[in-house]
């Protein structure tokens, strides 16, 4: 499963899933499940998503563009 550049900003940013669900008032593995591409945050929470990493939604949940999407261990 392709992850998408919300964890790739999230691990630049030296956070960790816990660090990132305490600043938006959710469950670290909401915040996984966003990352893998399972869920995605309701309005507000997105807004508060976008200003916390600086880019839109569009672009934290695209695919990881460093990923090789021709590999099986992705």
């Known amino acids: 499963m392709n992850e998408l550049r919300l964890r790739k900003e999230r691990i630049s940013r030296d956070w960790t899933q816990i660090d990132v669900a305490e600043k938006l008032g959710v469950s670290p593995q909401v915040v996984c499940d966003w990352e893998k591409g399972r869920r995605f945050p309701r309005r507000p929470v ?29």
């Not at 200003?51 to 563009?65: N, V, Y």
């Open 46 to 74: 997105l807004l508060k998503l976008e200003r916390l990493f600086g880019l839109s939604h569009q672009q934290l949940f695209a695919p990881d563009a460093d990923e090789d999407p021709f590999s099986s261990t992705n």
